[in-house]
Nanobody, 126 residues
């Protein structure tokens, strides 16, 4: 059984940093994509970043480019999202998701992802 567990969320002041982790277990595929999504209250879930294992490519939502960095540690089966220069508008529940042989429907299309974590809350205060 595939499980994704997020950690690293919390409360931080604007301008601060957090590093989210997504630990995968039961995942035996060699070709996959790991995406980070977020959902703020009253808003739709949106793609934040994606890491494609097959070619090492990364993708970012425009508003986080230059501030967020996605990376993977195969030995630990963990994908990280380093978030710097956080803004109030980054406040949301952050989810990681995995798509086998993906991304196939666009890296930021949540419908394409096969497995999801339960999320971790990120709150940025002013």
């Amino acid at each position: 059984e595939v499980q994704l567990v997020e950690s690293g969320g919390g409360l931080v002041q604007a301008g601060g940093s957090l590093r989210l982790s997504c630990a995968a277990s039961g995942f035996t595929y060699d070709d996959y994509a790991i995406g980070w999504f977020r959902q703020a209250p009253g808003k739709e879930r949106e793609g934040v970043s994606c890491f494609t294992h097959s070619d090492g490519s990364t993708h970012y939502k425009d508003s986080v480019k230059g501030r967020f960095t996605i990376s993977g540690d195969n030995a630990k089966s963990t994908v990280y999202l380093q978030m710097n220069s956080l803004k109030r508008e980054d406040t949301a529940v952050y989810y990681c998701a995995a798509e086998v042989l993906g991304p196939t429907m666009g890296w930021d299309n949540s419908a394409g992802y096969d497995y999801w974590g339960r999320g971790t809350q990120v709150t940025v205060s002013s």
